[in-house]
């Protein structure tokens, strides 16, 4: 199963198993559990917003948890053609965090998305994604 998205929350699945056992041909399993997070980021995603002649950017913050420990060691978008973005190490409330701020280069009206991947040398999660969602007024159709 996979808890991709779902820190924090508590996730069920039903599956039925089929044996060869005459008396219990199908078994029914449920499985529930809580998905502990690895990082706290907030908010969780980026929203670009407002008239393409102004500056249109926007920044998450990235807070590993305690219980596990990281350094984000790469960044690349999936897309990237629209946007231009920066991470930089911050401190909150005392701890190691990440600050990731997104610039909107798109220069005419409508909308668009991408994600920023960041690389972890984590074995728990190798892999952090930032969507991008952006709705951009002004300028030519």
Do not use: W
């Not at 041909?25 to 998905?35: C, D, Q, T």
């Not at 629209?82 to 610039?103: C, H, M, P, W």
């Not at 668009?112 to 952090?128: A, F, G, P, R």
């Amino acid at each position: 199963m996979d808890t991709k998205g779902f820190g924090g929350k508590t996730v069920s699945k039903k599956a039925t198993i089929y044996t060869n056992d005459e008396k219990n041909k199908k078994l029914k399993v449920h499985i529930s559990g809580k998905v502990e997070k690895f990082a706290v980021i907030q908010p969780n995603s980026i929203l670009l917003k407002g008239n393409s002649e102004k500056n249109i950017n926007s920044s998450v913050t990235i807070v590993p948890k305690d219980k596990y420990p990281f350094k984000v060691i790469g960044t690349r978008a999936k897309d990237g053609k629209n946007i231009r973005f920066k991470l930089e190490d911050v401190k909150k409330s005392g701890k190691q965090a990440y600050q990731l701020t997104v610039e909107n280069l798109q220069k005419k009206q409508g909308r668009y998305s991408d994600t920023i991947y960041l690389k972890t040398d984590s074995d728990v999660m190798q892999e952090i994604e930032i969507r991008v969602y952006a709705n951009i007024s002004g300028g030519k159709k």
